[in-house]
């Protein structure tokens, strides 16, 4: 059978729009299939980090809603301090400005976004693989890159096996004048008490274009301006989430501000040994469980994955040489998920040192590098005082 196209996305997200600009770009004929329509409402925070914005950069304009460089941290609401940076430490963008962009990005690559599609299941042969939409019309594919999130059907087809499933709740609040001079250009962490999970608050407020950078003046709040505002927690706690979401709101003095969006979603990380692939599909991203399993962060991994896939996927002409695209994601993120590993381990077992931590020079100096991209989580466990201060932790 002769494919329709030579690479299938299933997932209009940044990882699958990432995969079809780098599948396009590299001369392949490539289709994405969504289920939604873009621009479409993500629950996410939102954070881009260095590695995401050197992808994002090189493709789109990205959609800036505030640049972060002071962050306050807290433990359970207490032993709060603030820490400021010369430099921005975040970017935040809302994921249907982002998508968006990305969407616009494929489409200018040459890649056909076929929207409103949903994937009912995928089959593979020696020589294609076919998507069967829910419509009942088949797509066929020398390659079919799975980037539909985390409860895929690409999942699924490959196979991967989950050994970290954690729950997220987030609410978009409305944002006032006060809300500008108290949040814009500040994001709050705070560290709960169950382990492992932790609260944020990420400001949603437009670049102001008629004044200085960290304008505040009131003529510039807009009335699409939020606060998100989330906590995360462990799977199968979901009463005990929904009561740190409701204290954090009142610590924060938030409870009873107007609610734009009120939300959840899961995450799922890899086993270790999970597959990446099955014969001609791919999976990227969330489909495949790639994330920073300690701060359950997504979107670089997703990013990357995904770009990597489309390259891959674009030049192959044999089942075999896919096989680079799962050693290039066990050599550059396997690591990483396995350093965020044991900082999660840490920190569920010495929640309250971390805090400590990042209260010094040296704990806040390696937060910033890492945000900013200039120092990996596996290159942070690697540095002398780190090893010497988890060793001291247990």
Known sequence: MTAQWDVAVVGAGPGGLAAACAAATGGARTIVLERAEHPRYKTCGGGLIGPSLAIAESRIDVPVRDTITALTFSDRGKRGFRRTAQKPVLTLVRRDDFDFAWYRAAVAAGAHVQQNAQVRAIEQDDDTATV?????????????????????????????????????????????????????GRVHLDWGAAPGSYGWVFPKMKDCKLHPPGCRSKECLT????????????????????????????????????????????????????????????????????????????ISYALRSGTWAGEVAARATTVSELRTYEQRILTELAPEMAAGRTMLDVFERRRALVHAAFATSLGWRAFQEFCRGELSMANVLQRRKIRAALRLFG
């Open 132 to 184: 069967t939409l829910a419509s009942g019309e088949t797509i066929s594919a020398r390659t079919v890159i799975g980037a539909e999130g985390s409860a895929a059907i690409s999942s699924r087809h490959v196979g991967v096996t989950f050994d970290q499933q954690d729950l997220g709740l987030e609410v978009e609040l409305a944002a006032t004048e006060a809300d500008r001079v108290a949040w814009r």
């Open 223 to 298: 009335q699409d301006d939020e606060l998100t505002v989330g906590v995360i927690m462990r799977k199968g706690q979901g009463a005990q989430t929904k009561q740190y979401l409701a204290t954090f709101l009142d610590q924060l003095g938030l409870t009873g501000r107007r609610v734009v969006r009120d939300s959840g979603h899961l995450t799922r990380c890899r086993a270790v040994d999970a597959p990446l692939r099955k014969g001609r599909v791919l999976v990227v991203g969330d489909a495949a469980g790639l994330l920073e399993p300690w701060t359950r962060e997504g």
